[in-house]
T-cell receptor, first 114, second 111 residues
Framework: SQTIHQWPATLVQPVGSPLSLECTVEGTSNPNLYWYRQAAGRGLQLLFYSVGIGQISSEVPQNLSASRPQDRQFILSSKKLLLSDSGFYLC?????????????FGEGSWLTVV | QKEVEQDPGPLSVPEGAIVSLNCTYSNSAFQYFMWYRQYSRKGPELLMYTYSSGNKEDGRFTAQVDKSSKYISLFIRDSQPSDSATYLCAMSKAAGNKLTFGGGTRVLVKP
């Protein structure tokens, strides 16, 4: 099965500063990749998904953007952070071969905007 | 109304008891059902994956799907303190489709 690596694990950023969260995938090729946000005590909100290099779909309008420069690399960015961007960000991947309907998550990145 | 409803808990049980979790959903098109376990400040990990109606057992875990009632369940037998976590249900309409998650149920197993 695939392994999802995310970094940084924790970060505290001031309002108006830029953001870059990185995600890489091992153990598979050409996966579908996802960025989720989980607010405290709430479920997972899908932010972006990608079916291939350079192909990004946005689920909700927001202050964030995503890019996929390589097959197994997915980046979440912001030019200017808002307080409301605080939360737990999870990268996830779905292997298109085999049991392609299950997704696997990384360990997450905790973002606090102050 | 949310597509997938899940009681947030917390659900507190003594060690060794059976933990019973469930989700209800409104869209009859969902056919693939999953349960994830999430420890505090960690990413969710897949526990169970089932297709359509029926039961599936894996060790101490049993997943049930009742599509006629739009209701899915997860049972944890002989619960351990290490089972203390948040349990998320998820479902999709077809293989490869996006997953819709419940809000999660927090479980506390007390020694």
């Amino acid at each position: 099965s695939q392994t999802i690596h995310q970094w940084p694990a924790t970060l505290v950023q001031p309002v108006g500063s830029p953001l870059s969260l990185e995600c890489t995938v091992e153990g598979t090729s050409n996966p579908n990749l996802y960025w989720y946000r989980q607010a405290a005590g709430r479920g997972l909100q899908l932010l972006f998904y990608s079916v291939g290099i350079g192909q990004i779909s946005s689920e909700v309008p927001q202050n964030l953007s995503a890019s996929r420069p390589q097959d197994r690399q997915f980046i979440l960015s912001s030019k200017k952070l808002l307080l409301s961007d605080s939360g737990f960000y999870l990268c996830a991947g779905r292997d298109r071969a085999g049991s392609g309907n299950t997704i696997y998550f990384g360990e997450g990145s905790w973002l606090t905007v102050v | 109304q949310k597509e997938v409803e899940q009681d947030p808990g917390p659900l507190s049980v003594p060690e060794g008891a059976i933990v019973s979790l469930n989700c209800t959903y409104s869209n009859s098109a969902f056919q693939y059902f999953m349960w994830y376990r999430q420890y505090s400040r960690k990413g969710p990990e897949l526990l169970m994956y089932t297709y359509s109606s029926g039961n599936k057992e894996d060790g101490r875990f049993t997943a049930q799907v009742d599509k006629s009632s739009k209701y899915i369940s997860l049972f944890i037998r002989d619960s351990q303190p290490s089972d203390s976590a948040t349990y998320l249900c998820a479902m999709s309409k077809a293989a490869g489709n996006k997953l819709t998650f419940g809000g999660g149920t927090r479980v506390l197993v007390k020694p």
